[in-house]
Each structure stands twice: as C-alpha cells, then as structure tokens.
C-alpha cells in the first residue's frame, strides 16, 4: 500500500493518505458538481427493464432505471451518483423527472404492463410528492393502478408515522407500492404489519447465490411464503441463467427479472419488445 506522508495544514502533525481515496474524493467532487447540470443538459435518460410473469414468461412491468452519460467520464452508475444526488439535494428534482418520463413512456405500452418506478427515501420528506405523483399520472393519462413504486425499507425504518401516512396516501391513488432489495439492511419483519407491500423485490444477491448455497434457497422459500401470507406478489431480481429461473419457477415466485430475460432497454425500443414478446406468448398458447 503506497502511503505518502502530507504536511497537514498548519497544524504542524503528518497525516497519512492514500492516492486511491485522494482520486475517489476528487471523483466525487466532480461528479457532485456536474450533477447539478446533468439535467439541463440532457445527460440524463431513464432505460426499462422487463419484469416477467414466472409461469409464462409475459412481461407485467418494466423497471425505470435511471442512466448518467458523463460528457468525459462517459456512463455513471446510479449506484454510485443516486446517493451523490440525495446528498446535495438533487434526487427530488431529478426523481420527479423520472416519475414523469416512466408515465409518459408507459401510456404507450400494452395496457396491462406497469412501470416501476423506485423512490428514494428523501423524496419523502417532500411535501408535495403526492402532488407531483398525481401531475405525472395525469399529464401523462397513464392511470394509476398501471404505476409501481418501489421503495426500500428504509422508508419505514426508525420515526416514521409520516413516511407511512404517504406511503398510504400513494396507495390510495390507486398505485402499487413494491418493497425493493428485500433480505438486505435489517429487514425488520413487524414493518410488513403496518402496511400492506403489493410487491417484495427479493434482492439479487439470494438468487446470484442460488446455484451453489442450498441457504439462499431456503432463504428464497421463506420469503416466497412470507409473501403468501401477507398477499403479496414476489420477484426475484437478477436472475441470470436457466437453471435459477428453474428453481425460482418451481418454487412459485410470482415475477422474475434479470438479464436471463432482458437487460434494460432505452425507451425508444421498449414498446416494440414488449410487442414482440406478446406475440410470441399468444403464439405459445
Ligand atoms: P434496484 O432498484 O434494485 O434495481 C435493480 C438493479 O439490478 C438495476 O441496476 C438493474 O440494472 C440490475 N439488474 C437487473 N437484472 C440484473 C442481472 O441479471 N444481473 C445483474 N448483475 N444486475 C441486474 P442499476 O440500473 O445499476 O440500478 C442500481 C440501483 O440504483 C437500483 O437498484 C436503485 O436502487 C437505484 N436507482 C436506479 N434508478 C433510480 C431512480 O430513478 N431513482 C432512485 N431513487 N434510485 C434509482
Ligand atoms: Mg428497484
Ligand atoms: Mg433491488
Ligand atoms: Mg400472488
């Protein structure tokens, strides 16, 4: 490890850093201050990734994903500027151009696929997320009961009466609401009691495992009987070959999403491969 020793500034004592973590904090300050513009510039672009029934194979939703095509560092992770965006308080705006763009884009789908959109734990501290959920709806036509929102735990997680009274107010829109990454964070099981998931989203990690650790399955089980119990509709994320659809299939998870199926597809090309993958289901039955 290539430690270099720093005169610290003025106080008269050495500190030790790291060349990686110096780049990793530029890189940050960086993308922090090009977030700010990335939407005015148009570098921002929401892809779709299909969700499908488990049994058939028919797409029920399409997850909007949001992309950063950076002018010079080329394609950012939302992983890695999401929690950039949170922090200087950007994923408001930058979440209501989201929810907008995956209603208009769904209206021009088959009727019955929904579009998934995920939520950000900040966006709730905002008064009127309510209000902009229902101006994307109507703006857009695309009615209500067609709209995913996908939150993580976190949501409910420590003081919050208020976050759960939106959650319910977005529910009573007649939305769906999906709880994300399930099995990770702390998953606090007495949270399913105060609200009602339409969607658990078991997280990728389970079914990357699924191969070679009898433990994830019967992690998998579990969650797929937790969500019979509580009626709820089960995905499992990240499924990437065959014999994990196999599995999940003969387990009866409800929704299944992964490259295996498809990876995220731009907007413009969505609508035709849901077209497409229609046409094949009828000619299948
Ligand atoms: P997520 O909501 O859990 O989304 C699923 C992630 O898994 C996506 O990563 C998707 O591309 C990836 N994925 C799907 N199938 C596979 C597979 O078979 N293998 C592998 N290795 N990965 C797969 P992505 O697009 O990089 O997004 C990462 C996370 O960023 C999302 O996780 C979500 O938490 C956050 N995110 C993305 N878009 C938005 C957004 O518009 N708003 C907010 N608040 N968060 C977002
Ligand atoms: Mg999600
Ligand atoms: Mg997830
Ligand atoms: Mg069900």
């Known amino acids: 490890l290539a430690l270099y020793a720093a005169k610290a500034n003025g106080v008269g004592g050495f500190v030790l850093f790291d060349p990686k973590m110096e780049e990793k904090a530029d890189r940050e300050r960086r993308l922090r201050r090009d977030l700010i513009h990335a939407l005015e510039r148009h570098q921002l672009d929401v892809v779709y990734q299909p969700i499908v029934d488990a049994r058939s194979k028919r797409p029920v939703d399409c997850e909007a994903l949001l992309r950063w095509h950076h002018p010079e560092l080329g394609p950012i992770s939302p992983v890695e500027f999401i929690p950039i965006a949170e922090s200087i308080n950007l994923i408001g705006s930058i979440g209501c151009w989201v929810l907008r763009r995956a209603c208009e884009t769904a209206a021009t789908w088959p009727r019955h696929v929904k579009v998934a959109v995920n939520l950000s734990v900040r966006q709730?501290?905002?008064?009127?997320?309510?209000?902009?959920?229902?101006?994307?709806?109507?703006?857009?036509?695309?009615?209500?009961?067609?709209?995913?929102?996908?939150?993580?735990?976190?949501?409910?997680?420590?003081?919050?009466e208020e976050n759960l009274a939106v959650l319910k107010r977005l529910k009573d829109l007649g939305a769906h609401i999906a709880l994300d990454d399930f099995g990770t964070g702390y998953s606090s099981l007495s949270y399913l009691q105060k609200f009602h998931f339409d969607r658990i989203k078991i997280d990728k990690s389970f079914i990357t495992e699924l191969d070679h650790s009898t433990n994830s399955l019967s992690i998998i089980r579990a969650i797929i009987s937790l969500g019979k119990t509580f009626n709820a509709d089960i995905?499992?994320?990240?499924?990437?070959?065959?014999?994990?659809?196999?599995?999940?299939?003969r387990e009866h998870c409800d929704h299944c999403q992964g490259y295996y199926f498809s990876k995220p597809i731009d907007a413009k090309t969505v609508g035709a491969w849901l077209a497409a993958s229609e046409a094949k289901s009828d000619a299948s039955v």
């Open 124 to 160: 709730f501290a905002r008064p009127n997320l309510i209000t902009e959920v229902k101006r994307g709806l109507a703006d857009s036509g695309l009615s209500a009961d067609r709209l995913v929102l996908e939150i993580t735990e976190s949501v409910l997680l420590g003081d919050t």
């Open 235 to 249: 995905t499992a994320e990240g499924v990437e070959t065959d014999s994990q659809y196999q599995i999940l299939k």
